[in-house]
T-cell receptor, first 113, second 113 residues
Framework: DQQVKQNSPSLSVQEGRISILNCDYT??????FLWYKKYPAEGPTFLIS?????DKNEDGRFTVFLNKSAKHLSLHIVPSQPGDSAVYFC????????????FGSGTKLNVKP | NAGVTQTPKFQVLKTGQSMTLQCAQD?????MYWYRQDPGMGLRLIYY???????DKGEVPNGYNVSRLNKREFSLRLESAAPSQTSVYFC????????????FGDGTRLSIL
């Protein structure tokens, strides 16, 4: 059973608008969350992370929000650019086993010029 | 700066053949990981090595063995390949275990006929 879920396989957004990618998790022991970006034929690259002691973390155009009570996190990209078109994975790990990362199935973002 | 290098990039095997996937990192990272990615699914952890000399099972270890040859290298072996092991395999490394982002190689696409 998947402990991290990304229920939207794809998302299409106009350049300059906001992209919101969502991720849900089931394991209440997860306390560290990451977003990775993946281009075709390349490995995932780290984008941004958040610890469970925070509810928001911002890095330039990228902001991650964490709602622990809902077991939900989201990645906001503002403004979206065509170069942001990629597959985005969320991942989570728990303090009691922090080497084990659980990934969602990914959301393919298409930013249209 | 190569980062994480995986060899080979592509391989086709017959059922029952054996194969070793190689991974090397030049970032002086302590922890290394092997994942597989299947269509419609996220990355799933096969094995990891928190530090040189240690290895542990991940989420889907059956059918695989690993060797942490030294601090730089972490190999994944399929002793008797099965069609269910057709996948894209990613190696990753991080500075240490714990809540640190991982750096990924570009993957090995493995097909087993």
């Amino acid at each position: 059973d998947q402990q991290v879920k990304q229920n939207s396989p794809s998302l299409s957004v106009q350049e300059g608008r906001i992209s919101i990618l969502n991720c849900d998790y089931t394991n209440s022991m997860f306390d560290y969350f990451l977003w990775y970006k993946k281009y075709p034929a390349e490995g995932p690259t780290f984008l941004i992370s958040i610890s469970s002691i925070k509810d928001k973390n911002e890095d330039g155009r990228f902001t991650v929000f964490l709602n622990k009570s809902a077991k939900h996190l989201s990645l906001h990209i503002v403004p979206s650019q065509p170069g942001d078109s990629a597959v985005y994975f969320c991942a989570a790990s728990a303090l009691n086993n922090f080497n084990k990362f659980y990934f969602g199935s990914g959301t393919k973002l298409n930013v249209k010029p | 700066n190569a980062g994480v290098t995986q060899t080979p990039k592509f391989q086709v095997l017959k059922t029952g053949q054996s194969m070793t996937l190689q991974c090397a990192q030049d970032m002086n990272h302590n922890s290394m990981y092997w994942y597989r990615q299947d269509p419609g699914m996220g990355l799933r952890l096969i094995y990891y090595s928190a530090s040189e000399g240690t290895t542990d099972k991940g989420e889907v270890p059956n059918g695989y063995n690993v060797s942490r040859l030294n601090k730089r290298e972490f190999s994944l072996r399929l002793e008797s390949a099965a069609p269910s092991q057709t996948s894209v395999y990613f190696c990753a490394s991080s500075i240490a275990g714990g809540h640190q982002p991982q750096h990924f190689g570009d993957g090995t696409r493995l097909s087993i006929l």
